[in-house]
């Protein structure tokens, strides 16, 4: 093959599975947002929360299926608090002001995961080697690892549950209903907390999930934050309604910004990587603001 | 006790429009700007001056601005720092390329500069709200701290990485000591202060309350959700300008694209969430919680343990105590402390009764 175009391959693979990366964690945003009709901001630190907790706890000695348990059950604790100390006293409320909550509740994450595991980085063996794999470069050429592998796995897998969890199920239904009016819902006999510490619960498993792959990729740190405000982006151009524009909008954003990297990036001095991502968002915004797959947004007076 | 309405009449419309209809209130700020102006410059060390005055005031700007756009106007913005970024490095040049530019004028002019740019990033809000308008204004603050990053020309191509900012100089004299620098910052805080006050509640800000309160209806009722929104991201980054424009030129003393990152943007935040949404005034109480709680956090330590905690401790609880703080606030008292100020006010005034 033409080594440009093998490169632009290349490049396009590698951005590709960058892009599973976000998907994953916008996947727990668009979980919380379908179910409540809540923005969480604070997905991206639930995901260095967990991931954080989970090395920390290796740390101490605990075997891995141990400490993957215990962090779970952490997850749920802290969707559970989470609804008993931000949700169900602001139930009703205005969705900025739920927004805003949210953006607390991610500082308290950050702050506490630090406090208590300290902020230095670590690393993260999960067991999955993340080199290339060398049949498949010898044959193509092409660079892939068997993490990068993994991680497109479980997110299509994950995908592939919620969609069914959301559209087949009556658990499914029950959520869309809260998502819808939580009053409404309720005044049907939804049991709204029961739904709430659900989800986040759900939400935290996925964050756990999410941080795992990307701490063995880039060490647990507390850069993984600021990677995970780029699920932002792939929300807005996936529609935050919809599971499987996730994925698909995660594809988008990690291919493009790569291209824009290698290609035109060089032009500036680099750095594209940085916003090209959030300018992608701001054009979808401007021509289609409910994203490819999102319900259109209608509003009343 | 001291605070009363009774006894204030109206007779004419002129003093119907007064800012402040109380006369108690009147002496109160004619006091505190007494002591701003002509006590504190000569009294307060130059420890007090150059590193809590000073940049208290500036971001008390800032927040005013964000203030503006998000308390009054309702559109949520996560770019502060970028639109500080801008005003900073529009000081910088102009004053750097345009050498009989006085600082009033470049200062005003970074001001225009840094609201042009704002009017620009506005422009999704006419689409989109709450979140989305989030995401779409990090755009604009990741943008524009690469654009001054990447172009030498904005840091007059200097590879050192900090640069200098450049005495601040008005008609030939120097101000350079800290009283002077934030006599400079004083003056031009109480002016927009004083302006952003009347924008509130003339007619600009009775728009911008109600495209907040509904925009659709907004619409309906026949304002033009075009001017008012535009309006207000570009007063929002005309303060926000200002406000970088002096934090760097007096506080910082270098300007650098680095110190305009995404969590100044979030202290921003927290300094309106905290302070007050849709109070001009609750401004300058969330600038200055957010700035002094790291210094009572370092003497409680101090006192605690007797010697300083690493900066990380300390940093991560601070995270944690704005977090806790602003959830709080969201569900017991969403408009801050401006109204915990103002429910202290009510219950004196009627003191010592209970109704």
Known sequence: MNPEILFFFEVLIGGLLAGVMYSLVALGFVLIYKASSVFNFAQGAMVFFAVLSFVGFMELGLPFFLALLVTVGLMILVGMATERFVLRPLVNQHEDTLLMATIGLAFVLEGLAQLVWGVEVRRLDLGIRDEPIMRIADATGIFVSVLDLVAGLVAAVMVAVLAIVFSRTKVGLGLRAVADGHGAAMSIGIPLRQVWVFVWAAAGIVALVAGMLWGARAGVQFALVGLALKALPVLIIGGFTSVPGVIVAGLIVGASEKIAEVYIGPYFGGGIEGWAPYMLAVLFLMFRPEGLFGERIIRRV | ?355
């Not at chain 2, 720092?81 to 910088?92: I, K, P, V």
């Not at chain 2, 600038?287 to 101090?302: E, R, S, W």
Request: glycine content about 8%.
């Open chain 2, 1 to 355: 006790m001291y605070y009363r309405q009774a006894g204030t009449y109206r007779t004419g419309y002129a003093q119907d429009m007064r800012l402040m209809p109380l006369k108690e209130d009147r002496i109160l700020l004619g006091l505190v700007l007494v002591i701003a102006f002509a006590v504190l410059p000569f009294t307060a060390s130059d420890y007090w001056l150059s590193a809590i005055l000073i940049p208290w005031l500036c971001m008390s700007l800032v927040a005013m601005g964000q203030n503006i756009l998000m308390g009054y106007a309702g559109q949520l913005s996560l770019g502060a720092a970028g639109f500080m970024a801008a005003g900073a490095f529009a000081c910088y040049n102009l004053i750097l390329r345009v050498e009989w530019m006085p600082f009033p004028v470049a200062i005003l002019l970074s001001g225009l500069i840094a609201a042009a740019i704002g009017i620009v990033f506005g422009l999704p809000s006419l689409r989109v709200r709450g979140l989305y308008l989030a995401v779409a204004t990090l755009a604009s603050q990741f943008f524009i701290v690469w654009v001054i990053d990447k172009f030498g020309w904005f840091k007059n191509y200097d590879t050192s990485g900090i640069i200098t900012a450049q005495d601040i100089v008005i008609f030939g004299k120097a101000f350079t000591s800290p009283a002077e620098m934030y006599l400079v910052v004083l003056t031009i805080t109480v002016l927009l202060t004083w302006a952003a006050m009347n924008m509130a509640r003339g007619s600009a800000g009775r728009n911008w309350q109600a495209v907040r309160d509904m925009d659709v209806a907004a619409e309906v009722m026949g304002l033009s959700l075009l001017r008012t929104k535009l309006q207000a991201f570009a007063i929002s980054s005309f303060y926000c300008g200002v406000g970088g424009a002096l934090f760097a030129f007096t506080y910082l003393k270098s300007v650098e694209p680095a110190a305009f990152d995404i969590n100044l943007s979030f202290r921003v935040l927290f300094m309106v969430l905290i302070g007050g949404l849709g109070t001009i005034i609750g401004s300058f109480y969330g600038a200055g919680f957010i700035l002094l709680l790291p210094v009572f956090l370092n003497i409680f330590f101090h006192a605690l343990f007797g010697k300083a905690v690493d900066a990380s401790i300390t940093s991560a609880l601070e995270q944690v105590i704005f977090g806790v703080l602003i959830i709080l606030f969201m569900i017991y008292e969403p408009l801050g402390l401006a109204k915990l100020w103002q429910n202290l006010q009510e219950r004196m005034r009627r003191w010592p009764f209970k109704f």
